[in-house]
C-alpha cells in the first residue's frame, strides 16, 4: 500500500487549500484514513480523521474552518482547508488504517505555507 498526497502550496492567510491523498494497492479494506501535519520545530499532530463509518473528527483549532471527506471506492481522502491561518503552516501528512489485513500506512508529506 502506498499513499501520495497532492494539494499543498504557498497560499494568503484567509485562503483556501484542497489537499488529496490516493492509496494504491488492493486486498485490504480502508478502516481509518486521517491527515496530520507537522509544524516547524513541533511535533506532529493529527489534524482530521475520517473513520471507517464516515464519522469525521477534528482537531479543536481547526473546527469550523476544514472539512475532511472520503471516496471509498477511488481510496481517496480530502482535506478541504478554508480560512487558512499562520498557525496552519507546516508539512500535511495523510495516515491509512486497514483491516484485512490490519495496517498502517502513511504517505509522503506536502507542504502547506501561509504568507503573511
Known amino acids: 500500500v502506498q499513499l501520495q498526497a497532492f494539494g499543498g502550496g504557498l497560499v494568503q492567510a484567509g485562503g483556501s487549500l484542497r489537499l488529496s491523498c490516493a492509496a494504491s494497492?488492493?486486498?485490504?479494506?480502508?478502516?481509518?484514513m486521517g491527515w496530520y501535519r507537522q509544524a516547524p520545530g513541533k511535533q506532529r499532530e493529527e489534524v482530521a480523521i475520517?473513520?471507517?463509518?464516515?464519522?469525521?473528527d477534528y482537531v479543536d483549532s481547526v473546527k469550523g474552518r476544514f472539512t475532511i471527506s472520503r471516496d471509498v471506492a477511488k481510496k481517496t481522502v480530502y482535506l478541504q482547508m478554508n480560512n487558512l491561518k499562520p498557525e496552519d503552516t507546516g508539512v500535511y501528512y495523510c495516515?491509512?488504517?486497514?483491516?484485512?489485513?490490519?495496517?498502517?500506512?502513511w504517505g509522503e508529506g506536502t507542504e502547506v505555507t501561509l504568507s503573511s
Open positions: 495516515r491509512l488504517a486497514t483491516l484485512n489485513p490490519t495496517g498502517h500506512y
Open positions: 494497492g488492493s486486498g485490504f479494506t480502508i478502516n481509518v
Open positions: 475520517i473513520e471507517y463509518g464516515g464519522r469525521p
